[in-house]
């Protein structure tokens, strides 16, 4: 799950990191009065999205008084902002964080995230931060340091040391920024964060360090331990179609493709992605209906892939273990019914009580091609889109 920025850096204030003064508004009116709350100029007007970039997209603007704040909130509130991580298509812009304008001295970049390889949690810090990270990563890779923890042991003060001595602080900022990583550390930790990230993490012209922007992610896996960060979800920012799938707990992806594919089992899943690609063809969507799934799920799976306007074909491939081929077949059916199939359905079944589903489908009146194989599943499905 994300978060907003505005929405890690409460966070960041529960743990005592360092963030600007400043407020969230949904209009104009509101991020003057912010401004005039903050009182001293400039103040800095950030679009709320679930992307980075802003700051290139236009996202991120300078104001030297509250009329000024006033109107760069009236023009990116409702902007569609377009970054270099929401796709072309851009993002609508619901709300703007006002905040304090800080004077900058330099910008570094900070984050932790788990490293599967070791398992363990690892800290990547560079003195190159700022809005070009992507290509210090790309080009001169060695600017970044990455120091690893060992999640039993927690958080040292070497580990501390190390960071900061691999971002070249001054010894004022030294001191500030330890504790500080160790509170990262323990929100990272305490919250079941996925990432962490603050880019930049600014020293300023005072010597103080502060979190300029923040970026948090965490495991949904985790969310039914904290529900006063589920709080947070903004369903805005979701796919529809996804929100609609994580309600039937159907594990969706909506893809750019037209060839929407039905699968159990998430190996096999990507499997049929993998050679409806080979086919020639693109998938609209990822599905895995799970290994026990009920009729009622293949039918709201099946719902939520013909809702998908971009959906040209279908593929529906099942391997009958627990979920029996005859249950598959009556929530396919079930489905079709009630939403009417608009497109080709391709069926490709194999497994516990295959001949029943056969069954079920034959007599069903719908009219569905079926594969005798994956491979013709795929070309068949292929063909009708292309
Ligand atoms: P993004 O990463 O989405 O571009 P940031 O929050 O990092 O958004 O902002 C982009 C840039 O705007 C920062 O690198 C910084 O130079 C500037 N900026 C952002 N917030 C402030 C602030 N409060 N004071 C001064 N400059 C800021
Ligand atoms: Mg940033």
Redesign the pocket.
Known sequence: MKIH?YQSKELFKKYNVPI?EGGIAFTADEATAVAEKLGSFPV?V?AQIHA?????GG??K?ANSAEEAKRLADEIIGMNLV?HQTGPEGRLVKKVLV????N?EK?LYLSIIPDRATAKVVIMASEAG??DIEEVAAKTPEKIIRIHINPLLGIQGYHCREAGFGLNLSPPAMKLFQPMLRNLYNLFMNCDCSLLEI??LVITKEETVIA??AKINFDDNAMFRHKDILEYRDLDEEDPLEIEASKYNLNYINLDGNVGNMVNGAGLAMATMDIIKRSGAEPANFLDVGGGASAEMVENGFKIILSDENVKGILINIFGGILRCDVLAQGVVEAAKKTGINVPVVVRMEGTNVDEGQKILSESGLKLISAVDLKDAAQKVAEIVN
Do not use: C, F, S, Y
């Open positions: 920025e600007p800095v950030k980075g970039g802003r700051g290139k996202g991120v300078l970054t905040e304090q304008g800080l900058i910008e700022g809005m880019n930049p300029l922007d």
